[in-house]
């Protein structure tokens, strides 16, 4: 199943998320890829965020307010996949699409990760010329730019209801994969991840106070495939 769109998730309380969303929707435009924003769940505590979708967090389950808002707003994407019926692109506002995704088969029960993190203040990405292909990563980090099929985000999204979250989200489909499900990686990755900028954890009082950027640096990529290599400069 080919790529059909992509959603991206924006923080409407956060200017600098509405500022970067708006960069990654303008890369979806360079490369021919419809879009539809999701507007995030934002500052409530981890019971209220995932009862917001529908979902509840398990009793063992700690996480900050931040990372528990990031959880569900991607547990609303997949529901939104799932309505679509279509392979669809989740993009974290801080991702920026360099390659068409669109000539690529997509699996079923499969999580496809499409790009990784780079601190933008010392790196940059550019798309090597090779051939776009899928390959097998043991482990990779953030859920900035993943593609899933309807079935995939289905099984994620019913799980999330039935059986309430355990760890997060990248633990869940990505950096240990818990889910159970095997992930696989787009050689080269047609995305990237603005890692020098994160809000997840900001809190009200700092946004009211004009900080709404919170520079966390690149975290170690892990697993990454060849591609990345060479077009990291």
Not at 41 to 55: P, R
Not at 147 to 175: C, F, H
């Amino acid at each position: 199943m080919k790529v059909k769109q992509a959603l991206i998730i924006r923080r409407l309380a956060v200017p600098v998320s509405m500022e970067l969303a708006d960069r990654a929707a303008q890369s979806c435009r360079d490369h021919n890829l419809p879009f539809e924003f999701i507007d995030g769940i934002e500052f409530m505590n981890c019971d209220e965020a995932f009862e917001a979708v529908g979902s509840f967090k398990q009793p063992a389950y700690k996480n900050t307010m931040g990372n528990c808002c990031c959880h569900a707003s991607h547990i609303k994407a997949w529901r939104r996949i799932v309505a679509l019926d279509s392979a669809t692109m989740v993009l974290e506002y801080d991702a920026v699409v360099v390659g068409d995704v669109t000539d690529i088969d997509i699996p079923d029960m499969h999580v496809v990760n499409v790009g990784h993190r780079i601190d933008l203040r010392r790196h940059r990405y550019e798309l090597p010329e090779m051939e776009k292909q899928l390959v097998e990563l043991k482990r990779s980090i953030g859920t900035h730019s993943y593609i899933l099929s309807p079935k995939t985000a289905e099984w994620l999204y019913n799980d999330a209801i039935e059986n309430g979250v355990s760890v997060g989200v990248d633990r869940w489909v990505v950096m240990k994969k818990q889910s159970g499900l095997p992930l696989l990686g787009i050689d080269p990755p047609l995305a990237y991840c603005d890692g020098g900028v994160s809000t997840n954890n900001l809190t009200q009082e700092e946004l009211k106070n004009g900080d709404d950027r919170k520079h966390g640096g690149a975290h170690t990529n892990y697993d990454v495939p060849d591609g990345w290599k060479k077009g990291l400069r």
